[in-house]
């Protein structure tokens, strides 16, 4: 079993998406107010992060300001509402399940959507999002060190491929409105593969190959099978090579191709480091139209300088990390709403099986040594004073099957801080663990440094490798361990093939369990939900006995906004308060 190395992901935990990449839909919805008034009034958002990409669900695009951006001006067959329930929206398409056996599920898009450069959105976007989201022409083999020795690795999706791999597009209707997926197996997520990704039209272009031509590939070409790999597929791999990093960026290109729309919104203006600016798309037609025409994001990573921005009129919704200070700041202001829950969301700290961690030894001895209860307390309880020490890798305690994960997958072997008993497990050795984090979150700070004093007195020492960057750095040496964040989009069965098999898109420490990517693989083709539960506790089960990381805490989650916005509440996926701006009514 070896690890499947992925590019360097941008977008684990620092919000998002990773977890929510299971489909490549974002807004969509149907509402009773499809013809409002729309008036010449702008909304200003603070966000933690700098605008990298226009593909979100990229192994290099994954970063969660990409994502919201991507909600504002992608439209999509469905949404997430908050009670994470899965909303269709018709004015875009629908998706429908003909059949049960085999499971076939018909795509068909509404007349006359097009892109904001004028071209039409028909099968041929679907057909290659299901290229891009399905893997399923890849027939790399890897080394242990995650490099291809043998096939090739295609579109590098930060999603999991899981369900969809086995899949195959049955019926293309004449008009380029419909078409059919069936699976050779079941699947419980069917209805989170929106299919519809980048504009075709721009990937060939910008790949060098005819449209037609790669369109007619996908449809024809034979599945990849690792074991007799073949010939690589030059037509497939030029659109791959520019689909996986050609919608990177530092500025608003000059080629607008590079940034079209399909939703409410399009990209105005960027200004690097500042804001980015997005204004009505003219060319949408779906139901999702807000009531305002200008939307400002602006990157404030500090969550002080968030509340003093919202505070000063500058801004007018703010999502700042959770803290006591944070929230005594904001109680204080006039005007202002404060909404608050917990996210779908937890940090941890997660170890590199290689290097000094290579040793299971080591890896459970540095373990003992974290101190989660002080971190809760901290951290977490002046927000939350019904805080607790997240005891479960994929679970949170709102779910019915927490406490039964709790009770078998063995975290109680780290319910305290065991320095004696690390020290025991290093037989006198005083390793060197590099540990990487964001320096500019003030959790992830105290989280290492309360780390690295506690490790101490096993006699580990704890190198700071914290980093601005952080995130480009996911599944590269320069760490041992790092500690970061998942959000969940409240939806679907994708983490244990996305993050935790050994073959997962968003896989960065070399993990590798056979029983582990056996789960991965049977969860998604089983529709009984109590045995996904089982079979999710015998994962976390593997993942504790490994020593894979620790999972520390579910994170409170604190949203702010002026009373100038009316209709925004509380939601605690990645797509955070902004899940409903078509509802939203802005005073001028």
């Known amino acids: 079993m070896t690890w499947r190395k992925r590019a360097l992901a941008a977008g684990a935990g620092i919000g998002v998406a990773a977890l929510a990449l299971t489909a490549c839909s974002t807004a969509g919805g149907n509402s009773d107010e499809t013809d409002k008034a729309v008036t010449d009034t702008q909304v200003t958002i603070a966000e933690t992060n700098e605008f990298t990409s226009t593909n979100s669900i990229s192994a290099t695009g994954n970063l969660d300001i990409n994502s919201k951006v991507a909600y504002f001006t992608r439209a999509g067959f469905y949404y997430i ?3 994470y329930n899965v909303v269709p929206d018709e004015s875009f398409g629908k998706m429908e399940k003909v059949s049960d056996d085999p499971l076939q599920v018909k795509y068909t898009l509404q007349d006359g959507l097009t892109w904001s450069d004028g071209e039409a959105i028909n099968t041929d976007d679907l057909v290659f999002g299901w290229a891009v989201s399905s893997g399923i022409f890849d027939d790399a083999t890897f080394d242990d060190e995650g490099n291809v020795t043998a096939g090739t690795q295609y579109f590098e999706y930060a999603g999991s491929t899981e369900g969809l791999k086995t899949s195959k597009i049955t019926e293309v209707s004449d008009d380029k409105l419909s078409l059919t997926v069936e699976y050779d197996q079941p699947f419980v997520d069917w209805n989170l593969n929106g299919l519809i990704d980048q504009p075709v039209h721009v990937v060939a272009d910008k790949a060098g190959v005819d449209q037609e031509e790669l369109i007619q590939t996908i449809l024809d070409s034979p599945r990849g099978d690792v074991d007799a790999p073949a010939a690589t597929n030059e037509t497939l791999k030029a659109a791959a090579d520019f689909w996986n990093t050609g919608f990177d960026m530092t500025s608003l290109p000059d080629d607008e191709s590079l940034y079209l729309s399909s939703g409410p919104f399009k990209i105005a203006s960027w200004e690097p480091t500042q804001s980015i600016t997005l204004e009505l798309n003219d060319k949408y037609t779906g139901d999702l139209k807000p009531s305002f025409s200008t939307v400002v994001i602006r990157f404030i990573g500090d969550p002080q300088a968030q509340v003093s921005a919202l505070q000063n009129g500058e801004v007018d919704l703010i999502v700042p990390q959770a803290s006591a200070d944070t929230l005594t700041a904001l109680e204080g202001l006039d005007g202002v709403k404060v909404l ?37 307390d901290s951290l977490m309880k002046p927000v939350n004073p019904e805080a607790k020490v997240l005891d479960s890798q994929l679970f949170i305690p709102a779910q019915s099957s927490y406490e039964a994960a709790v009770a078998a997958n063995g975290s109680d072997a780290y319910d305290e801080v065991d320095i004696e008993g690390a020290k025991e497990l290093l037989a006198g050795a005083t390793p060197t663990v590099r540990v990487m984090y964001n320096i500019n979150n003030p959790n992830r700070v105290a989280s290492f440094q309360a780390i690295q004093a506690s490790a101490a007195q096993a006699g580990i020492t704890v190198e700071d490798v914290g980093r601005e960057d952080w995130s480009s750095q996911l599944g590269s040496d320069i760490y041992d361990a790092v500690i970061f964040g998942w959000t969940s989009p409240g939806v679907g069965n994708g983490t244990i093939p996305q993050i935790f098999a050994s073959f997962g898109g968003s896989n960065f420490n070399q993990y590798a369990n056979a029983k582990v990517d056996e789960i991965a693989k049977e969860i998604p083709v089983t529709l009984d939900t109590d045995k996904i539960d089982e ?19 579910q994170s409170a989650g604190l949203e702010a906004h002026t009373d100038r916005i009316e209709g925004i509440t509380y939601m605690g996926n990645q797509t955070g308060p902004i899940w409903n701006f078509w509802e939203w009514t802005v005073a001028e």
Request: no cysteine; charged share 25%; hydrophobic share 40%.
């Open 81 to 83: 509402d908050d009670e």
């Open 535 to 553: 079979l999710t506790i015998e994962a976390d089960t593997q993942l504790f006995g490994d020593g894979y990381g620790l999972p520390l805490f």
């Open 340 to 376: 608050q829950g917990d996210q779908l969301a937890y940090d941890h700290i997660d170890l590199t099986f290689a290097g000094v961690f290579a040793e299971k030894n080591v890896r459970e001895a540095f373990l003992k040594t974290i101190p989660r209860q002080q971190l809760v």
